[in-house]
């Protein structure tokens, strides 16, 4: 049976510290704008105006129609 080399990993948690910190900067940050973009749709979806309810109930109808293919 395989017995795995664990000395390798002491010396690597640092970079894996640092690419951890990345990887929650990129989801906070894509959560943040999914949010305030989401509320922006949302609003003009809700507008009595054509020209921001149009194109809004567009956006979101394509990618309902895009997602709801795979």
Request: proline share 4%.
């Amino acid at each position: 049976m395989y017995e795995f080399d664990w000395s390798s990993i002491p010396g690597a948690l640092p970079f894996l510290a640092k690419g951890a910190v990345i990887t929650l900067e990129i989801t906070l940050t894509a959560v943040v704008f999914g949010v305030i973009w989401g509320t922006l749709l949302a609003v003009a979806r809700l507008s009595s105006f054509a020209f921001l309810t149009k194109p809004a109930t567009a956006y979101v109808n394509l990618f309902r129609s895009i997602r709801s293919s795979w």
